[in-house]
């Protein structure tokens, strides 16, 4: 689930739509988060733009370009199951083959245990099969900016340090005298 995390806004899949909104792939990876919802295998895609309508359409390209990445994937790991499977079954007859001492019998051996652990690996269970769930939206809040977060913020930051100002003014005060 990790990668698919990761992937969600990899270079490729970013690149892909980037040209689309006239943006280089450093802005539209800055403007777009993807995360895991709690423990499930679901992913969110967040994407942020002044223009909500704009983060919407942002938001379908990627998931398009991130499905589309997917179903890819899959396609390539069925065909390079299929070529293991062959090259295997060609190693195995060629083994066969061959004079007991031959010096190639070793080679053909290493090749053989190489292809069965990639073999291993191309069956293990695959991810779950990838999917829109929720076509994207406008969220009814905004993500950003928030101004009254931002200044509740910095006014607490104001009080907390003029009473670290006040402290020290204090504490120089009482070592003076």
Do not use: C, H
């Amino acid at each position: 689930m990790a990668t698919q995390v990761a992937l969600m806004t990899s270079r490729p899949v970013v690149a892909a739509v980037s040209e689309q909104y006239d943006m280089t792939v450093e802005e539209l990876t800055a403007s777009v988060t993807s995360e895991r919802v709690d423990r499930s295998q679901i992913l969110r895609l967040t994407v942020e733009d002044g223009d909500p309508d704009r983060a919407v359409d942002i938001a379908e390209s990627i998931t398009n370009a991130f499905l589309e990445r997917s179903a890819g994937r899959s396609l390539q790991a069925a065909g390079e199951l299929t070529y293991i499977t062959g090259r295997i079954d060609e190693l195995e007859q060629r083994l066969a083959d061959l004079q007991s001492g031959d010096p190639d019998q070793q080679l053909i051996v290493e090749q053989l245990i190489d292809l069965q652990v990639r073999l291993t690996d191309l069956q293990l269970p695959p991810d779950p099969p990838v999917e829109l769930l929720t076509a994207p939206y406008e969220l009814p809040d905004p993500v950003g900016p928030q101004p009254i977060r931002s200044a509740a913020a910095g006014a607490l930051v104001g009080i907390v340090l003029a009473a670290v100002t006040m402290v020290f003014l204090l504490a120089k005060r009482r070592t003076t005298d």
